[in-house]
């Protein structure tokens, strides 16, 4: 599919009526009050570019650009507008354009969408250099020697908080096949992603214990091309079906009874590969089935009954908290299983945390591209979980996870910030140390 917003069906177009029930639930709306940067504005900037009345320019694309993608207004809506389905086709229209070319933007969009989350084994590289670069003290001499002002202005601002990579990726923690030592029940395919691999290759090892433990078979694959979510929310649709296609081949979703994915954002993409190839004859119908198989793993968990664990993930009575992904709790509208999750752990409470789906900031590259808005919703977001007075946040997305760590730390407030999947699986091995 590409679609543009003229080409689009018409009534996903025409069924915002207007009501305004979204305005409350937009950060950026809330920031500013204006109408234009609201989720009922955005949709009349759309429809007004389908009927021809408004040209794709810099306004246009500025608007698109502020808007976090979110899909809170989703949420909201009576009408059950797409939103998302919208906001995807308005920045692939905008990217067509070229209104929004400049030479820095296309050289890092080249690097990143084109390069670098096309190949695996490049992106593992790069991961692998900036791991060395981390680790060899190269990281210090270029802070202290200045050379890190050589970056453009938006890098170097976010340079001091560049993720840590991990000691090792998914592929050296997980091995292709493994079998549950309970009875086997179900047949899984385990998505290790892109920058839960580099970064949180950890996550990955915790999703693959917990499943096994409940009874999964586990597959995954030593090296696994980009769901393509990145590159669907920024315009590069016909990236993001080559990306769906090779992970199709990769997964054939009739083997598996479910393909598993720990991360909210790529989830919220991944369950929608019957849109993206729906004009592919090849792949149409895999994909639908596809979409049916692919599950968020609190949503899997939940539907095949999660084993209480008998032993709690701390020494102590700890006090946890739970921030929502945007693409979890709204494009996914998974809210409930996580938190019943949580509740499962054994010293566990759980307090619920003012806003947990209000945007944290993070929303891909929107602290990259909007950073006084992701740093507002940051301050909001990390006063919210400060007043909770818990000491562990539970999130179950990589940039969530980055984005509130980093607020955290900024605000100074000893908070660790932990998949909810990996107290489980913390929780299932003190379990085992503990048996006689
Ligand atoms: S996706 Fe989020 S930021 Fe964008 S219009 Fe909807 S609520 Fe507002
Ligand atoms: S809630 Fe839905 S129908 Fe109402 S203004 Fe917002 S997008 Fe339009």
């Known amino acids: 599919m590409s679609h543009t917003l003229k080409t689009l069906d018409y009534s996903v177009i025409q069924q915002c009526m207007h009501c305004g029930m979204c305005l409350p639930t937009c950060p950026t709306y809330d920031a500013t009050k204006r109408e234009r940067h609201s989720p009922r504005g955005r949709i009349a900037l759309m429809r007004a570019v ?7 320019g810099s306004t246009f694309a500025d608007e698109m650009s502020y808007c976090l993608g979110c899909l809170a ?57 900036l791991r060395l670069y981390q680790r060899t003290g190269l990281e210090g001499f270029a802070r202290r020697s200045g050379l890190t002002r050589l970056l453009p202005r938006s890098l170097r601002r976010l340079e001091p908080q560049a993720p840590r990579i991990a000691a090792q990726f998914s592929n050296r923690l997980i091995r292709e096949h493994e079998m549950p030592q309970v009875p086997e029940r179900y047949r899984v395919a385990l998505l290790t992603g892109c920058i839960q691999d580099l970064v949180f290759s950890d996550i990955n090892r915790d999703t693959a214990d917990v499943l096994l433990a409940n009874g999964c078979r586990v597959h995954t694959a030593p090296e696994q091309p980009c769901c393509g979510s990145l590159h669907a929310h920024n315009g590069e649709t016909a990236l993001a079906a080559r990306l769906a296609r090779r992970l199709i081949d990769q997964f054939p979703p009739d083997h598996y009874d479910a393909i598993i994915t720990n991360a909210g954002g790529c989830g919220s993409h991944l369950r929608h590969y019957s849109g993206l190839l729906e004009d592919d004859a090849r792949y149409a119908e895999r994909a639908r089935l596809w979409d049916t198989k692919v599950k968020d793993v609190h949503e899997w968990l939940a539907e095949i009954g999660c084993r209480p664990p008998q032993v709690g993930p701390f020494d102590a009575p700890t006090r946890v908290t739970y921030h929502e992904s945007c693409h979890l ?28 789906n209000w945007c944290c900031g993070s929303a891909g590259v929107y602290a990259i591209t909007q950073p006084d808005q992701a740093d507002a919703l940051l301050t909001r977001k990390t006063g919210h979980i400060v007043s909770t007075q818990a000491t562990v946040v539970a999130t179950a997305n990589p940039g969530c996870h980055l984005q509130v760590a980093r607020g955290l730390s900024a605000a100074g407030a000893d908070v660790t910030v932990a998949h909810p999947v990996s107290l489980l699986a913390r929780a299932y091995r003190r379990e085992l140390l503990q048996r006689p």
């Open 50 to 56: 389908a009927d021809g009345e408004l040209e794709i």
């Open 73 to 129: 207004c989703q949420t909201a809506c009576p009408a059950g507008v797409n939103y998302a389905e919208l906001f995807e086709t308005a920045r692939a229209d905008i990217e067509r354009s070229g209104v929004a070319e400049a030479p820095a933007r296309s050289f890092w969009r080249a690097l990143t969408l084109r390069f670098l989350f096309m190949r695996p084994d490049a992106l593992r590289l790069a991961g692998g250099v």
């Open 329 to 356: 709790a709204h494009g996914q509208k998974i809210t409930r299983e996580p938190r019943a999750l949580l509740r499962l752990l054994p010293g566990v409470s759980l307090v619920e945390l003012p806003e947990s």
